[in-house]
């Protein structure tokens, strides 16, 4: 069993910037690939980004890409999402999750999920 926890959200201007963290319980953190998604009130959660085990892959959502830069620490267990140019768009509550194998674009491919942070966005 794997427990992820997200910390780092919060409210920040437009064009302002947000890290955050996914802090992970497993010993074997270092083999499973990981994944942001985000939540917005009355929408799906959608994929935001993903990296594998080793973080020499990366994908993004096209939303996202040139902004959002995820990172991973397995000597920390810990992987990140750093976030700039923040638009009202990208307001969400933002999730954490984990799989083994590569990473996927897909809610229903990963096995472990956070409890989420709230990132707002204000214009």
């Known amino acids: 069993q794997v427990q992820l926890v997200e910390s780092g959200g919060g409210l920040v201007q437009a064009g302002g910037s947000l890290r955050l963290s996914c802090a992970a319980s497993?010993?074997?953190?270092?083999?499973?690939?990981m994944g942001w998604f985000r939540q917005a009130p009355g929408k799906e959660r959608e994929f935001v980004a993903g990296?594998?085990?080793?973080?020499?892959?990366?994908y993004y959502a096209d939303s996202v890409k040139g902004r959002f830069t995820i990172s991973r620490d397995n000597a920390k267990n810990t992987v990140y999402l750093q976030m700039n140019s923040l638009k009202p768009g990208d307001t969400a509550i933002y999730y954490c999750?984990?799989?083994?194998?590569?990473?996927?674009?897909?809610?229903?491919?990963?096995?472990?999920w956070g409890q989420g942070t709230q990132v707002t966005v204000s214009s």
């Open positions: 497993a010993r074997t953190f270092g083999s499973y690939a």
């Open positions: 990296i594998g085990w080793s973080a020499s892959v990366t």
């Open positions: 999750a984990g799989k083994r194998g590569i990473p996927h674009r897909t809610v229903n491919e990963y096995d472990y």
